[in-house]
């Protein structure tokens, strides 16, 4: 399903214009390289509802600052136009090209401002990325359950539903914003 409001020509660049990305310590432990996606939140899917009081905390009015949007794709044309990690433009998204692992709230944020988001790729196949639950007890969803609510829009989970994070090689297990690095964008480049 596309939305009119972005049915124009997929379109995929290099983004060469001013952006500051400060990697923590984790984020060189990832066992993937960093893609950087900068595109409009209609474009990218999301599977859990948010938390109206949260949004107020969040302020966005000078540009993206903070971690980016955690993503994943299951669209083997995205995939393919940016075989190569970096920072890219993304237009023309079909619904479900790109999904929300985590930053549902400053999503929402976003399309309430008619902003822009920053988002990184997290592949969903990757066997080091894991779904748990946000308080430690009950039975966490699948990444089937997940990948079959991003690619249709009219199903969402409760808020708080999912909490992914990163195995890493000592076993340790940690939230994503942990291996995320914090940008800063001042202006919307698209």
Same mark, same amino acid.
């Given at each position: 399903?596309?939305?009119?409001?972005?049915?124009?020509?997929?379109? /995929?660049?290099?983004?060469?214009?001013?952006?500051? /990305?400060?990697?923590?310590?984790?984020?060189?432990?990832?066992?993937?390289?960093?893609?950087?996606?900068?595109?409009?939140?209609?474009?990218?899917?999301? @599977?859990?509802?948010?938390?109206?009081?949260?949004?107020?905390?969040?302020?966005?009015?000078? &540009?993206?600052?903070?971690?980016?949007?955690?993503?994943?794709?299951?669209?083997?044309?995205?995939?393919?136009?940016?075989?190569?990690? &970096?920072?890219?433009?993304?237009?023309?998204?079909?619904?479900?090209?790109?999904?929300?692992?985590? &930053?549902?709230?400053? @999503?929402?944020?976003?399309?309430?401002?008619?902003?822009?988001?920053?988002?990184?790729?997290?592949?969903?196949?990757?066997?080091?990325?894991?779904?748990?639950?946000?308080?430690?007890?009950?039975?966490?969803?699948?990444?089937?359950?997940?990948?079959? /609510?991003?690619?249709?829009?009219?199903?969402?989970?409760?808020?708080?539903?999912?909490?992914?994070?990163?195995?890493?090689?000592?076993?340790?297990?940690?939230?994503?914003?942990?291996?995320?690095?914090?940008?800063?964008?001042?202006?919307?480049?698209?």
């Amino acid at each position: 399903m596309i939305y009119p409001e972005i049915e124009k020509s997929f379109r /995929v660049e290099r983004y060469t214009g001013p952006i500051e /990305v400060r990697p923590k310590e984790k984020y060189y432990a990832l066992p993937f390289p960093t893609w950087l996606f900068i595109t409009r939140p209609e474009q990218v899917a999301r @599977h859990e509802r948010f938390i109206e009081e949260k949004l107020a905390k969040i302020n966005m009015s000078h &540009g993206w600052k903070g971690n980016p949007l955690a993503v994943t794709s299951f669209s083997e044309r995205l995939l393919s136009a940016t075989r190569e990690p &970096g920072v890219y433009l993304l237009e023309g998204l079909e619904y479900g090209e790109l999904g929300i692992l985590d &930053g549902h709230h400053r @999503h929402e944020v976003a399309m309430r401002n008619n902003s822009f988001v920053v988002a990184q790729l997290f592949p969903m196949d990757t066997p080091q990325l894991i779904l748990q639950t946000w308080d430690g007890t009950g039975t966490p969803l699948t990444k089937e359950e997940v990948r079959t /609510v991003l690619l249709d829009p009219e199903l969402y989970f409760p808020p708080r539903s999912t909490r992914f994070g990163i195995v890493e090689e000592n076993g340790n297990i940690d939230g994503l914003p942990a291996f995320q690095p914090h940008v800063t964008l001042p202006f919307s480049p698209i």
